[in-house]
């Protein structure tokens, strides 16, 4: 259809207009513009796809996934040739693939003479970088899932390390000044990180080599942050507090995922915001709730949180994007022995904390999943079941209509 202008055998699928129009770049005449190698068209993700621009041909790509699946769709109008592969996982490089799909295709054609050679690890001759230009890109960074720190390292290069929950773990060490202005693997020249600013605000932009590998994108990964206002005491007295997910559908791609738990800590060199999971940072917005604190273009500003405090038997729940989550500390713990864990009545779920040992399920109205204690799934029914939980203590969860029962049979490892 998109090869022959709206056309798909014979029935016309849209306007030959509307095809170009989807063909047109959409950031041409920006001020300013952070990643100019992406020029985005009206659905596509690029008019001009990188991998296939940086061989002189016309391309437009849309990619696409979730947590199950990756997927990537090129066509080349010029060339009347396109590839669209999908697969189970996000894992497997649908990009790489589909552009060496396309590029052995061109090649066999004889479009291109022969294939494009990946970029190969090169080091570089650092610049001697002075002190200004490393304090102009050190600070704290934060985006939806990471936050960063950029300090100064030996022969004024820069570190950068990511936020663990425990501490800083470096991922770049002693990266030096390169001819473009990033600071660069001094081992690899492809890998880089540099400073952008417009209107105020400033972004870490790393570089790295893209899907086949012949040549490199660059993507603003973290806004940098100042310190805020103290916390309210609400919200300091909520720090170091645990929370699970109560009102997701058994099936949801959240708990497949293990994301049931929410946690609130803080980061020293982030005074006055708050983090959730170890991850994005927000700001407080009185003692009730929090905004949204960052504005980076694309990827890593996306996913962005925020969380309304609601006040339920003398407990803080919390509602995060119309995820409720319960208080982790009021949950019952089940001791060994048979109980009735019931759903709730406006059909949350049922949470229990259950010991190490052998847990039972029955009640064939209701499905259940356990947790170990770092959210990982050990076993999930909708049916009765058994499972056994070998260390510590985890988290058993029932599912069903609102009132529905199950009998939780928990007893030692035998």
Same mark, same amino acid.
């Given at each position: 259809?998109?090869?022959?202008?709206?056309?798909?055998?014979?029935?016309?699928?849209?306007?030959?207009?509307?095809?170009?129009?989807?063909?047109?770049?959409?950031?041409?005449?920006?001020?300013? &513009?952070?990643?100019?190698?992406?020029?985005?068209?009206?659905?596509?993700?690029?008019?001009?796809?990188?991998?296939?621009? *940086?061989?002189?041909?016309?391309?437009?790509?849309?990619?696409?996934?979730?947590?199950?699946?990756?997927?990537?769709?090129?066509?080349?109008?010029?060339?009347?040739?396109?590839?669209?592969?999908?697969?189970?996982?996000?894992?497997?490089?649908?990009?790489?693939?589909?552009?060496?799909?396309?590029?052995? *295709?061109?090649?066999?054609?004889? +479009?291109?003479?022969?294939?494009?050679?990946?970029?190969?690890?090169?080091?570089?001759?650092?610049?001697?970088?002075?002190?200004?230009?490393?304090?102009?890109?050190?600070?704290?960074?934060?985006?939806?899932?990471?936050?960063?720190?950029? +300090?100064?390292?030996?022969? /004024?290069?820069?570190?950068?390390?990511?936020?663990?929950?425990?501490?800083?773990?470096?991922?770049?060490?002693?990266?030096?000044?390169?001819?473009? %202005?990033?600071?660069?693997?001094?081992?690899?020249?492809?890998?880089? &990180?540099?400073?952008?600013?417009?209107?105020?605000?400033?972004?870490?932009?790393?570089?790295?080599?893209?899907?086949?590998?012949?040549?490199?994108?660059?993507?603003?990964?973290?806004?940098?942050?100042?310190?805020?206002?103290?916390?309210?005491? *609400?919200?300091?007295?909520?720090?170091?507090?645990? $929370?699970?997910?109560?009102?997701?559908?058994?099936?949801?791609?959240?708990?497949?995922?293990?994301?049931?738990?929410?946690?609130?800590?803080?980061?020293?060199?982030?005074? %006055?915001?708050?983090?959730? /999971?170890?991850?994005?940072?927000?700001?407080?917005?009185?003692?009730?709730?929090?905004?949204?604190?960052?504005?980076?273009?694309?990827?890593?500003?996306?996913?962005?949180?925020?969380?309304?405090?609601?006040?339920?038997? /003398?407990?803080? $729940?919390? /509602?995060?994007?119309?995820?409720?989550?319960?208080?982790?500390? +009021?949950?019952?713990?089940?001791?060994?022995?048979?109980?009735?864990?019931?759903?709730?009545?406006?059909?949350?779920?049922?949470?229990?904390?259950?010991?190490?040992?052998?847990?039972?399920?029955?009640?064939?109205?209701?499905?259940?999943?356990?947790?170990?204690?770092? &959210?990982?799934?050990?076993?999930?029914?909708?049916?009765?079941?058994?499972?056994?939980?070998?260390?510590?203590?985890?988290?058993?969860?029932? $599912?069903?209509?609102?009132?529905?029962?199950?009998?939780?049979?928990?007893?030692?490892? +035998?």
């Amino acid at each position: 259809m998109f090869l022959n202008e709206g056309m798909f055998e014979g029935v016309r699928v849209l306007s030959a207009e509307s095809v170009r129009a989807m063909a047109q770049n959409q950031t041409a005449g920006q001020s300013w &513009y952070p990643f100019p190698q992406l020029q985005f068209g009206l659905g596509w993700d690029s008019v001009a796809a990188p991998g296939l621009q *940086a061989e002189g041909l016309r391309c437009w790509e849309k990619n696409g996934g979730t947590a199950f699946y990756g997927s990537d769709f090129f066509v080349m109008p010029d060339e009347k040739l396109a590839v669209m592969i999908t697969g189970a996982s996000n894992t497997y490089g649908a990009g790489a693939l589909a552009e060496r799909i396309l590029l052995n *295709a061109l090649v066999e054609r004889g +479009t291109l003479r022969s294939m494009p050679q990946p970029l190969v690890r090169s080091s570089g001759q650092p610049h001697s970088a002075m002190a200004g230009e490393v304090a102009a890109i050190s600070g704290v960074y934060g985006s939806y899932d990471s936050i960063l720190r950029v +300090t100064a390292a030996q022969n /004024n290069g820069i570190d950068v390390a990511q936020w663990s929950g425990h501490g800083w773990r470096n991922i770049a060490a002693k990266w030096q000044l390169d001819s473009d %202005g990033s600071f660069v693997d001094p081992n690899d020249t492809s890998l880089g &990180y540099r400073r952008e600013e417009a209107e105020g605000v400033v972004w870490l932009v790393r570089r790295f080599r893209a899907n086949y590998g012949h040549y490199t994108l660059a993507f603003p990964v973290g806004q940098r942050l100042s310190a805020a206002p103290a916390l309210p005491d *609400a919200w300091q007295n909520r720090l170091g507090q645990n $929370w699970l997910l109560v009102n997701e559908d058994w099936s949801s791609v959240a708990l497949a995922m293990g994301d049931i738990g929410l946690r609130l800590s803080s980061v020293p060199e982030l005074p %006055g915001w708050i983090v959730l /999971n170890d991850a994005q940072p927000v700001l407080p917005d009185g003692s009730a709730r929090t905004r949204m604190g960052l504005t980076i273009p694309v990827n890593w500003g996306r996913d962005l949180l925020q969380l309304q405090v609601e006040r339920r038997n /003398n407990s803080d $729940w919390l /509602n995060m994007n119309g995820q409720r989550f319960e208080p982790r500390d +009021t949950i019952p713990e089940l001791s060994a022995g048979v109980h009735v864990v019931a759903v709730r009545p406006n059909g949350d779920t049922a949470w229990r904390r259950v010991p190490a040992g052998q847990v039972q399920i029955r009640g064939v109205q209701t499905s259940w999943k356990l947790y170990d204690n770092e &959210y990982r799934l050990v076993a999930e029914a909708e049916t009765d079941g058994e499972a056994k939980l070998t260390n510590g203590h985890g988290w058993l969860g029932i $599912w069903g209509e609102p009132n529905a029962a199950a009998s939780v049979s928990v007893s030692a490892l +035998t």
